[in-house]
Every structure is written in C-alpha cells, then in structure tokens.
C-alpha cells in the first residue's frame, strides 16, 4: 500500500508561480511511476505531468503545461514536486498525486489550485 500525501495548493493571481509537493509513505521501490493529474470542476481528469522512475527519472508533460510545469523528485527520493509557473485561470483544478507500483494505482487526496484573472 502507498499512501500519497499532497500540499503546497492555494490562491495565486495569473501569471504567478506555486509548487506543489506530493509525499508517499513508503519506499518508492518497485513504484514504477510517480505524477500529477488535475480535475476542474464539470472535467474529466488529465494527466499533468509524470516522472519515470524505473526509467532513470524521465519525465512527461501535456502539451498544455509544456515549458510553464516542471516535474522533479526531491533529495528524499519519495517526494515529488511539480513547479508551476506563468499559471493562468484555466490551470485552475484540484490536483492529485499518483503513484504507480505493480501496474495499480494509487492517488492522493488532492490540493485546491485557483488562479484568479
């Protein structure tokens, strides 16, 4: 079981910057994969950003964060962190960590991001 423990959201007017951070309880061995998904309100969730870690740290973005979100892991090894930058009022969403070990998944609770114009 991997428990994921998200912080780091809050209020920030467009073009500002946040940093989300995303804790699992347990060693990340064997966990495959570690990322950000993002829901707005009357969406479906989307995938924001991913870090492989099987695959020596490569790293994923969608189209729509590309160049403004950066993925990374920390000194710790089992936090992960995703910077985002130049946000904009469509960024709004609750984000949630994912984690993947063993082909399942496993989520966070989610943190609150709003952008105001």
């Known amino acids: 079981q991997v428990q994921l423990v998200e912080s780091g959201g809050g209020l920030v007017q467009a073009g500002g910057s946040l940093r989300l951070s995303c804790a699992a309880s347990?060693?990340?061995?064997?966990?495959?994969?570690m990322g950000w998904y993002r829901q707005a309100p009357g969406k479906q969730r989307e995938f924001v950003a991913v870090?492989?870690?099987?695959?020596?740290?490569?790293?994923n973005y969608a189209d729509s964060v590309k160049g403004r979100f950066s993925i990374s892991r920390g000194s710790a090894k089992n936090t992960v962190y995703l910077e985002m930058n130049s946000l904009k009022p469509g960024d709004t969403a609750v984000y949630y960590c994912?984690?993947?070990?063993?082909?399942?998944?496993?989520w966070g609770q989610g943190t609150q991001v709003t952008v105001s114009s």
């Open positions: 347990a060693s990340i061995l064997g966990i495959n994969t």
């Open positions: 870090i492989v870690i099987s695959a020596g740290d490569i790293t």
């Open positions: 994912n984690a993947n070990r063993d082909k399942v998944d496993y």
